[in-house]
């Protein structure tokens, strides 16, 4: 448990971030604690409980009595706090895991995931509770720090692969993916599509004529298939045109006992043909 007192550090910070952005602005001192201020300082090492029986009773106006976190389950504590550019507390660091400090791992949770009780017989002590168990929490992936450059960086790749591909689409033709059936197929869902199922795979047009295959996929960071890069037309692998298409232009089937897949594409092997060659 901590003591609710004012937030005074947290004020002061943004406002005086405010006064030299704008230079112009009075810096209005906080000089008198409010009912429900809270000191980061304190915040910072509270004891996060994970009260899932009773969590989704509790509000604002919920008192429970002292010692009542001995019925819930100590999960970890308050490590650091990440807050908005507006002053908002975004979400909170929590070290879970381990012993005294040994073996713990970071994870970060949204503010609004956790409730503040009030304890019963003393309106200036509270609890924080989840609506989760350590096991659960301790799943989570860890939580990593990006410095300014890191991230700086991160942005920029992420800008170039979309200027990227905004100009490969650009400059060809876009298709729409076939309503296509097939006895003996069903409509394969991304959740069961992988690269290996899907490398090598033949395309057709909605004639039903063989016109190409899957050469390869682009995976991004978090293993899903961004683009299929065709194959198209000739012989054997000589005089083929390759090309980069979305996999939202294509139908893919699969067979019921999950033993091939045929994919589809609203285009001729001439259209195709005709489209700007992929140079990865």
């Keep these: 448990m901590k003591r609710i007192i004012a937030t005074t550090a947290m ?42 029986t009773d969590f989704d009773s509790f509000n604002a106006d919920t008192m429970v009595e002292a010692g009542a976190e001995q019925e819930w389950e100590d999960i970890g504590e308050i490590n650091d706090v990440i807050l908005g550019r507006d002053g908002s507390v975004k979400a909170v660091i929590i070290g879970v895991g381990g012993f005294i400090g040994i073996g713990e791992k970071d994870v970060a949770v949204e503010m609004s995931s956790i409730k503040m009780v009030n304890e019963k017989d003393d309106a200036d002590d509270f609890f924080l509770v989840v609506n989760t168990n350590k096991e659960s ?70 004639k039903d004529e063989d016109i190409g295959e899957i050469n390869s996929l682009i995976v991004d960071d978090s293993g899903q298939i961004k ?39 609203e285009a001729t092997k001439e259209q195709l ?8």
Excluded: C, W
């Design 137 to 206: 929490l301790t799943d989570f992936d860890a939580y990593s720090r990006t410095t300014a450059m890191e991230m700086k960086e991160e942005k920029a790749e992420v800008r170039a692969e979309a200027t990227a591909e905004t100009m490969m689409d650009n400059d060809r033709e876009i298709f729409m993916a076939p309503r296509i059936t097939r006895d003996g197929y069903g409509v394969a869902t991304m959740e069961e599509l992988t690269t290996e199922d899907l490398t090598g795979a033949r395309i057709y047009d909605t």
């Design 227 to 265: 683009r299929a890069i065709l194959d198209i037309g000739g012989f054997l692998g000589l005089g083929e045109h390759q090309i980069s298409v979305t996999l939202d232009e294509l139908s893919i089937l699969r067979a019921a006992d999950g033993s091939s897949f045929r994919v589809f594409i």
């Design 273 to 280: 043909e005709a489209q700007p060659e992929y140079e990865g």
């Design 11 to 52: 004020t002061l910070m943004l406002s005086t971030s405010a006064f030299a952005a704008a230079h112009t602005t009075m810096l209005s001192p906080y000089v008198m604690e409010q009912p429900g201020d809270i000191y980061a300082s304190d915040f910072i090492g509270m004891r996060v409980y994970a009260a899932e």
